[in-house]
């Protein structure tokens, strides 16, 4: 039977370490796409600092994120509907319509790792990794540079807010609510293709900065020079050797603080407190 976790309990460590160990197979199997068709990607967020400061998982972080320029995140995309393994599927708005975050997961089938903050209508609820697509951005301040910021962030909402409307809808501000009803025609489908045709308006790919849009750090942190990223570096990470950001040091900085490798209180080594997970399919006899 699928074992559930409660909201505040841990996992077994058994059970913490064969999760650990099903992400890094997805990892491996999309870096090696990725090298095949000499794709760039990044180890990024707590997989990177992990990768720096564990040379693997953070101890208590159970998940794995990656980040790929958007036209590499875009041909990952067609190669990965012929080319990844039968045992994975690419979970996203061109392979879902009724999905409506703004990154790729890739999800290992016959398994579930259900999030407390996912929408429970999302119907491959697989163990995954998280890729993030890096736009391109000009500057990293100005009036249309937050007003695109904003106004992403206000699309994104509007799109989980339009997927999650029976168990939302009571939580909504009124202008919300005004404009979800006018939405309510509208097939989530077409949204996120507004939403992700705009994250992309930005085609210049001599722009000295890249954003990720998908981050749950927000734009304004998560807007760099893309010379934090390029040219790539690797390092270990779990025994294996990935692609980072050539200046990890001063993007880790940028998002934990010149502290990153001293290690949180005790009270914030959390997980992401899953309320159900089942690590392999179950078989009927």
Same mark, same amino acid.
Request: net charge positive; with cysteine; glycine share 6%.
């Given at each position: ?8 309990? #841990? ?7 064969? &999760? ?23 180890? @990024? ?12 998982? @953070?101890?208590?972080?159970?998940? @794995?994120?990656?980040?790929? /320029? ?13 080319? &990844? /393994?039968?045992? %994975?599927? %690419? ?11 703004? +990154? ?18 999302? !119907?491959?609820?697989?163990?995954? +990794? ?15 540079? #937050? ?14 807010? !339009? ?5 939302? &809808? ?25 939403? =992700? ?19 749950? $750090?927000?734009?304004?942190?998560? =807007? ?31 998002? $934990?603080?010149?502290? $990153?490798?001293?290690? /949180?209180?005790?009270? !914030?080594?959390? =997980?992401?407190? /899953?309320?159900? @997970?089942? &690590?392999?399919?179950? +078989?009927?006899?």
């Amino acid at each position: 039977m699928p074992t559930k976790v409660n909201n505040g309990d #841990h996992l077994t460590t058994e059970m913490f370490e064969q &999760l650990k160990k099903i992400e890094l197979s997805i990892l491996l199997d999309v870096a090696m796409l990725c090298e095949k068709h000499n794709l760039t990607y990044y180890l @990024i967020g707590g997989t990177l600092l992990g990768a720096i400061r564990h040379d693997g998982f @953070i101890p208590w972080d159970d998940d @794995i994120d990656i980040a790929m /320029p958007r036209k590499d995140f875009e041909t990952f995309q067609k190669i990965a509907k012929t080319e &990844l /393994p039968e045992s %994975l599927f %690419l979970h996203y708005g061109t392979t879902d319509s009724e999905y409506y975050l703004p +990154i790729i997961k890739i999800k290992k089938n016959g398994t579930v790792f259900e999030e407390e903050s996912a929408s429970p209508n999302i !119907k491959h609820k697989g163990i995954f +990794i998280d890729i993030f697509p890096l736009d391109n951005a000009k500057k990293n301040s100005g009036f249309f540079f #937050h007003t695109k910021g904003r106004i992403l962030k206000e699309l994104k909402s509007l799109l989980f807010l !339009k997927v999650n409307e029976k168990t939302t &809808l009571h939580t909504v501000v009124p202008w919300k609510k005004v404009v979800l009803a006018i939405l309510k025609p509208v097939p989530t489908s077409a949204i996120f293709r507004i939403l =992700t045709s705009f994250m992309q308006s930005n085609t210049d790919d001599n722009s000295s900065y890249y954003v990720n849009y998908g981050s749950q $750090y927000g734009y304004k942190k998560q =807007t760099m020079p893309k010379t934090m990223y390029d040219p790539t570096a690797t390092t270990e990470f779990e025994g294996y050797t990935f692609q980072i950001p050539g200046n990890t040091t001063q993007l880790l900085e940028r998002i $934990y603080g010149k502290n $990153y490798m001293d290690l /949180p209180p005790v009270e !914030k080594r959390i =997980t992401h407190k /899953p309320k159900r @997970i089942q &690590l392999k399919e179950e +078989i009927n006899l």
